[in-house]
C-alpha cells in the first residue's frame, strides 16, 4: 500500500493546522498517511515513503531553517528520493508575504532530488498557502493538496 509523509515545521500552529488539513484530503483517497513535525525524525525515513508534503512558515520569502536543514541533510540519500511524489504548503504574516517564493524553495529542492511535482491548474497552482490561521478557502485548498498528491502516489 501507498505510504504518505506529512512533515511540517510551526511556531503559531497555523503551519500545524494546514498539516493536519492536507492529512484530511489524503485520507479522502484511503492512503496511508504519517504527520510528523520537521525534527522529530530522521531525514532517512524519507526513504520510507512514496510521498513526502512538507509545509513551512515564510520567513522572510523562505522556508524555516529547519525545513532547510532537512534537505540540506537529505543530500547524502541524494538519488533514492528519484520517482516520489512531492508537494508542499506554506504560511505567511501577510498577504505577499512570501507564500509561493516559499513553497518553490521547498518544490526546487524536491525536484533537485528527482521527485515528481504536480501543478494545479485550478485554486492554488504551486501549493496550498494561508495567510496567518488557514480560512475556509485555505482549508480547502489543503484537503485538496492531499487529495492530489495521494492521487498521483497511487497511479
Known amino acids: 500500500m501507498s505510504k504518505i509523509l506529512v512533515a511540517y515545521y510551526s511556531r503559531t500552529g497555523h503551519t500545524e493546522k494546514m498539516a493536519q488539513l492536507v492529512i484530511e484530503g489524503v485520507k479522502k483517497e484511503n492512503v496511508e498517511v504519517d504527520l510528523k513535525k520537521i525534527g522529530d525524525f530522521p531525514v532517512k525515513e524519507l526513504l520510507d515513503y512514496d510521498g513526502i508534503i512538507i509545509g513551512s512558515p515564510c520567513y522572510y520569502g523562505a522556508p524555516a531553517a529547519e525545513v532547510k536543514?532537512?534537505?540540506?541533510?537529505?543530500?547524502k540519500f541524494h538519488g533514492k528520493l528519484d520517482g516520489k511524489v512531492g508537494g508542499?504548503?506554506?504560511?505567511?504574516?501577510?498577504?505577499?508575504?512570501?507564500?509561493?517564493t516559499t513553497t518553490l524553495d521547498i518544490l526546487h529542492m524536491m525536484l533537485v532530488h528527482g521527485m515528481i511535482i504536480q501543478g494545479d491548474p485550478k485554486g492554488s497552482h504551486?501549493?496550498?498557502?494561508?495567510?496567518?490561521?488557514?480560512?475556509?478557502?485555505?482549508?480547502?485548498?489543503?484537503?485538496?493538496?492531499?487529495?492530489?498528491?495521494?492521487?498521483l502516489v497511487k497511479k
Open 69 to 75: 536543514k532537512l534537505f540540506d541533510d537529505s543530500v
Open 126 to 151: 504551486y501549493g496550498a498557502v494561508a495567510v496567518g490561521k488557514p480560512d475556509e478557502r485555505a482549508t480547502k485548498e489543503c484537503q485538496k493538496l492531499g487529495q492530489r498528491i495521494a492521487r
Open 88 to 100: 508542499a504548503f506554506t504560511s505567511s504574516g501577510n498577504l505577499a508575504g512570501g507564500n509561493e
